[in-house]
T-cell receptor
Framework: KNEVEQSPQNLTAQEGEFITINCSYSVGISALHWLQQHPGGGIVSLFMLSSGKKKHGRLIATINIQEKHSSLHITASHPRDSAVYICAVEGSEGGLTFGKGTHLIIQP | ETGVTQSPTHLIKTRGQQVTLRCSSQSGHNTVSWYQQALGQGPQFIFQ???????GRGNFPPRFSGLQFPNYSSELNVNALELDDSALYLCASSYLTHTDTQYFGPGTRLTVL
């Protein structure tokens, strides 16, 4: 069973700061997903990665398959980025295995 | 908006009862996965259906069962409800069973008293 560790668990930053959230997993995967969940809200997919790097607006996601590690970066952070960011991995057993999430608060 | 809907939004049941939760996937999405998210925890994989057949299952007992229909709707059934079944139940649809973007519904909040 894959173990997914995220860090930090909680992060408070000022508007405009560069944000990095890290994710490590223990077993080989077919893909890694970064997801966003607002309080009381549903989950939105941000990225799906099998290798390399993806960018969407102010969000950048990278993955190092050899090191079993991924990072999510937010540039020029804004209060509307406040949410829970979740790393989830796909293995051979089907479905996603989720990390516990990173609670991000961006203060104006 | 992900195009995935779930009903009902909230539900209250008592221990021992049975419940059916529903999910409507995006048109064309042959795969639906169900997850249980307890308060303050990350979602846990219950099972996945692909073209109306169960395609994978997490560590949940047989009283958790599902159905998927040709019209891209699906159901999660839970028998003999226990207090620990209280959670947010999420469905996620995709075209492929693996390595594909997941589109999550807003969830059904189940409370078991």
């Amino acid at each position: 069973k894959n173990e997914v560790e995220q860090s930090p668990q909680n992060l408070t930053a000022q508007e405009g700061e560069f944000i990095t959230i890290n994710c490590s997993y223990s077993v080989g995967i077919s893909a890694l997903h970064w997801l966003q969940q607002h309080p009381g809200g549903g989950i939105v997919s941000l990225f799906m990665l099998s290798s390399g790097k993806k960018k969407h607006g102010r969000l950048i996601a990278t993955i190092n398959i050899q090191e079993k590690h991924s990072s999510l970066h937010i540039t020029a952070s804004h209060p509307r980025d406040s949410a829970v960011y979740i790393c989830a991995v796909e293995g051979s057993e089907g479905g996603l295995t989720f990390g516990k999430g990173t609670h991000l608060i961006i203060q104006p | 908006e992900t195009g995935v809907t779930q009903s009902p939004t909230h539900l209250i049941k008592t221990r021992g009862q049975q419940v059916t939760l529903r999910c409507s996937s995006q048109s064309g999405h042959n795969t639906v996965s169900w997850y249980q998210q307890a308060l303050g925890q990350g979602p846990q994989f219950i099972f996945q259906y692909y073209r109306e057949e169960e395609n994978g299952r997490g560590n949940f007992p047989p009283r958790f069962s599902g159905l998927q229909f040709p019209n891209y709707s699906s159901e999660l059934n839970v028998n003999a409800l226990e207090l620990d079944d209280s959670a947010l139940y999420l469905c996620a649809s995709s075209y492929l069973t693996h390595t594909d973007t997941q589109y999550f519904g807003p969830g059904t909040r189940l409370t078991v008293l």
